[in-house]
């Protein structure tokens, strides 16, 4: 509790890319510290292993890192601001998981079950793995 | 007035830890032998096969290709969130908490196995 306690107080502005990439890595070991009290709050030790829950960890990061590299889409700027939001949205997730204020079935539909038919994993909004999907998500016809 | 004949006693005598006295002797040896500094260095050879099995069971690195001396972004083809990832499940495994200035340096197995066989506190 008091490892993600700490950064509430850290400032929100990160000055350059470097220190939100440190951040982003002090957010990374905080929620990995605390995966065994999240394991025993919600008894999920029949179901997941810590070892997978610092996958589903470091893949929901991963969603998120093409914001540090702007290949050549001018939308995707680096923006540090961009990443210091992110980081307040998961620091927010993760202080709620470890304060109770989730249940059982939140984490286990969230973040244990299911990882691999996700919608969402097929790529980043640029990169798409097949024209039958993309055409199937957009309508029935 | 044991207590005291003890006191008298240490404060004479130099007491070699595998020699035992008297009365006040199997006391001290036991004494000792609960003391869990130092006497638990974990085995350098455990250490290397603990730390290769944790980086084997990685699910994105080949275990064919992990060696005592490998380089996690140069040989295994990780990125930095990997390495940060290999070095939570080694300090879950050895049961340690590294500082971020230690960890920043952990880049390769070699590394790693120095930093834990150094750490008075890895079991």
């Known amino acids: 509790m008091a490892s993600t306690m700490k950064y509430v107080r850290v400032p929100p502005n990160s000055a350059s890319l470097a220190e939100a990439r440190q951040r982003v890595f002090e957010f990374f070991k905080t929620a990995c510290r605390s995966i065994p009290s999240i394991m025993e709050i919600y ?9 997978q829950l610092r996958s589903v960890i470091s893949s929901e990061i991963r969603k998120n890192a093409h914001i540090t590299n702007p290949k050549m889409d001018q939308l995707q700027r680096i923006e540090p ?16 998981i470890v304060e109770h204020s989730k249940q059982r079935h939140h984490i286990l539909g969230q973040y244990v079950l299911n990882r691999e038919d996700r919608t ?21 016809y | 007035m044991a207590s005291a004949l003890r006191s008298t006693i240490l404060r004479h005598i130099r007491v070699p830890i ?23 260095h974990l085995d350098k050879q455990e250490v290397v096969d603990r730390v290769l099995d944790v980086v084997k069971s990685f699910p994105k690195v080949d275990p064919s290709k992990v060696t005592p001396d490998v380089h996690f972004q140069k040989d295994l083809g990780l990125d930095s969130l990997d390495t940060v990832e290999i070095v939570m499940a080694l300090e879950e495994e ?27 506190m890895a079991s």
Request: glycine share 6%; with cysteine.
């Open chain 2, 94 to 120: 050895f049961k340690l908490e590294i500082p971020d200035k230690e960890a920043d340096k952990i880049d390769s197995c070699p590394l790693a196995v120095e930093y834990i066989y150094n750490h008075p």
């Open chain 2, 18 to 40: 595998s020699h035992s006295l008297s009365v006040n002797g199997s006391r001290l040896t036991a004494v000792r032998s609960m003391s869990s500094h130092g006497d638990d």
């Open chain 1, 43 to 51: 008894t999920l030790d029949d179901v997941t292993s810590p070892s």
């Open chain 1, 120 to 140: 969402h994993d097929i790529g980043n909004k640029d990169q798409g793995a097949s024209d039958f999907l993309k055409s199937f998500y957009k309508s029935n």
């Open chain 1, 81 to 96: 601001d961009v990443i210091d939001m992110l980081l307040f949205k998961g620091t927010e997730e993760l202080c709620n």
